[in-house]
């Protein structure tokens, strides 16, 4: 995806664990990277988290309580876009 937006509908005071987790490197980093997430974010409700297709990312797992989350994705790949643009 070209584009990614996150907004968190719950407070990270309603959950355990949980929050964005955020890779560097960007697409140097394995799709499934197996190491810790260099940065976690938990916003607050209502915020919003753009970030670009480019960046590694993955929801963390809640342990305990309830995560509500809007996430919206947007691509730019067209019919004439390149066949390896993959990510936006």
């Known amino acids: 995806m070209a584009l990614t937006v996150l907004i968190p509908l719950t407070s990270p005071e309603d959950f355990g ?3 964005t987790g955020f ?3 960007n697409r140097d980093v ?3 990277p197996q190491d810790p997430p260099t940065k976690v974010l938990k916003q607050p ?3 919003a988290l ?3 297709g ?3 990312h993955a929801g963390r ?3 305990s309580g ?3 989350v809007f996430v919206c994705s947007f691509s730019t790949r067209t019919p004439a876009s390149r066949e390896d643009r993959l990510h936006g």
């Open 17 to 19: 664990g949980g929050g």
């Open 23 to 25: 890779w560097s490197g």
């Open 30 to 32: 394995d799709e499934n």
């Open 45 to 47: 409700p209502g915020s």
């Open 50 to 52: 753009v970030f670009g």
């Open 54 to 56: 480019d960046v590694t």
């Open 61 to 63: 797992p809640v342990d």
């Open 66 to 68: 309830y995560r509500s």
